[in-house]
C-alpha cells in the first residue's frame, strides 16, 4: 500500500547535523512533490520545504534556509532532509509527506509518514 | 505569508452533537484549503481537499464549504473516533501555511 516512512532521529547538540531519510513505497516515486512538515512538541503544523519529482526546483521555508537541504533518489524512492546548524527552536516532529494535485490543480499532503522526532539539545 | 487562524481553538461536545470548526485566511485564497485530522501520537490525515471534496474513506459525516477568507468544517454527528485536533491549511500562496488547530474533546 501507499506508504511513508521517516527514520534519521534523534537527540543532537545546538550547532549539530543531523540526516533524515524517508522511503516511499506503493507509488511512482518521481511523479510527486515531496515536503517535510514539522510539529514541535504540543505545537502545530509547519511547512519546512519542498522538492519536486525530477529534484530540479526546491522551496524553503525562511526559518531553515542556508541550514536545511532536501534531496531525493528516485531510483531509491527515499527522501533526504539535511539539517545543520541546527537549534532548540529546531526540535520537533518532522514528517515527510506527499503532495498531490486534484483535477482544479489544488494540491494537498495526502500522504504522511509516521514522523521521526528531532531534539536539539545540551 | 497568509495567515489562517481557527476558531475556536477547542471545544468540548458530546457523541451525536453537530460540530463545526471555522478557519479564516488573512487574504482571498478561493478556494484552496484543506483539512486534517490529527490524533494524539499520529501523524495528520487528509480529510478535505480544495474547501469541501470529501477525500476516499472519510466518513460522510465530515463536510467542509467556503470560499474566498471564510471556511468551515462539520461534523454532523460526531463519533468516538472524531476526537482529534483538526488542521486547515492553505495552497493558493507560498509558502503552505496551517492554521494553529482546533482540538475537538469530550464533553
Known amino acids: 500500500q501507499v506508504q511513508l516512512v521517516e527514520s534519521g532521529g534523534g537527540l543532537v547538540e545546538p550547532g549539530g547535523s543531523l540526516r533524515l531519510s524517508c522511503g516511499a513505497s506503493g507509488f511512482t516515486f518521481s511523479d510527486f512533490y515531496m515536503s517535510w512538515i514539522r510539529q514541535a512538541p504540543g505545537k502545530g503544523l509547519e511547512w519546512v520545504s519542498y522538492i519536486s519529482g525530477s529534484g530540479i526546483t526546491i522551496y524553503y521555508a525562511d526559518s531553515v534556509k542556508g541550514r536545511f537541504t532536501i534531496s531525493r533518489d528516485s531510483a531509491k524512492s527515499s527522501l533526504f532532509l539535511q539539517m545543520n546548524s541546527l537549534r532548540a527552536e529546531d526540535t520537533a516532529v518532522y514528517f515527510c509527506a506527499r503532495r498531490r494535485r486534484n483535477y482544479d490543480n489544488i494540491y494537498a499532503f495526502d500522504i504522511w509518514g509516521q514522523g521521526t522526532m528531532v531534539t536539539v539539545s545540551s | 505569508d497568509i495567515e489562517m487562524t481557527q476558531s475556536p481553538s477547542s471545544l468540548s461536545a458530546s457523541v451525536g452533537d453537530r460540530v463545526t470548526i471555522t478557519c479564516r485566511a488573512s487574504e482571498s485564497i478561493n478556494n484552496y484549503l484543506n483539512w486534517y485530522q490529527q490524533k494524539p501520537g499520529r501523524a495528520p490525515h487528509l480529510l478535505i481537499q480544495?474547501?469541501?471534496s470529501l477525500q476516499g474513506g472519510a466518513p460522510s459525516r465530515f463536510s467542509g464549504s467556503g470560499s474566498g477568507t471564510d471556511f468551515t468544517l462539520t461534523i454532523s454527528s460526531l463519533q468516538p473516533e472524531d476526537f482529534a485536533v483538526y488542521y486547515c491549511q492553505q495552497s493558493f500562496s507560498f509558502p503552505p501555511t496551517f492554521g494553529q488547530g482546533t482540538k475537538v474533546e469530550i464533553k
Open positions: 480544495a474547501a469541501s
